[in-house]
């Protein structure tokens, strides 16, 4: 398999699994059951997530960078210090204090589509601007500490 294909593991089932630190970039969990999962510094970047139930899953630390995550279930997720840089969010249950705890926020993109033959989001303008200015200025969703994500500095 070349490093450019996705290892598939779409619809895979592990609620309630241990996966911390779990190396699965690239991979397509679509659909997946991560339901109560412990996925703490999972390295999940570039994965497919679209339409994954991660609910009540621990996702701290988590790298979620350039990862479709379209339509997934974050209810009750705890997603403190994960990195949303340019992760595709567009149709989540996300709350904005579960989006404000996480780093690179502010880079993700949340209202756009997806492009299939370039296989990457493209945001919507300037939807997806307001909606991140909104975010910004809406003080009650703000984490009760400031995130320190210098963890991402290295990787």
């Known amino acids: 398999?070349?490093?450019?294909?996705?290892?598939?593991?779409?619809?895979?089932?592990?609620?309630?699994?241990?996966?911390v630190e779990?190396?699965?970039?690239?991979?397509?969990?679509?659909?997946?059951?991560?339901?109560?999962?412990?996925?703490?510094s999972a390295d999940l970047q570039n994965a497919l997530l679209d339409?994954?139930?991660?609910?009540?899953?621990?996702?701290?630390?988590?790298?979620?960078?350039?990862?479709?995550?379209?339509?997934?279930?974050?209810?009750?997720?705890?997603l403190n210090l994960a990195n949303f840089e340019q992760a595709f969010l567009s149709e989540t249950n996300l709350t904005n204090k579960q989006i404000k705890s996480t780093c690179f926020w502010d880079k993700a993109i949340y209202k756009g589509k997806w492009d299939k033959e370039k296989n990457k989001p493209i945001a919507i303008e300037p939807e997806n601007t307001k909606f991140i200015e909104y975010l910004r200025n809406d003080s009650s969703s703000n984490p009760g500490m400031i995130n320190d994500c210098k963890l991402w500095n290295d990787k």
Do not use: C, H, T
């Open 22 to 40: 779990i190396k699965l970039n690239r991979a397509d969990l679509g659909s997946g059951n991560f339901n109560g999962a412990n996925l703490a």
């Open 51 to 78: 339409v994954a139930n991660l609910q009540n899953s621990f996702l701290k630390e988590v790298n979620f960078q350039n990862a479709n995550l379209e339509k997934a279930n974050f209810q009750n997720a705890l």
């Open 1 to 19: 398999m070349s490093r450019w294909e996705r290892q598939s593991l779409s619809g895979i089932e592990v609620p309630n699994a241990y996966l």
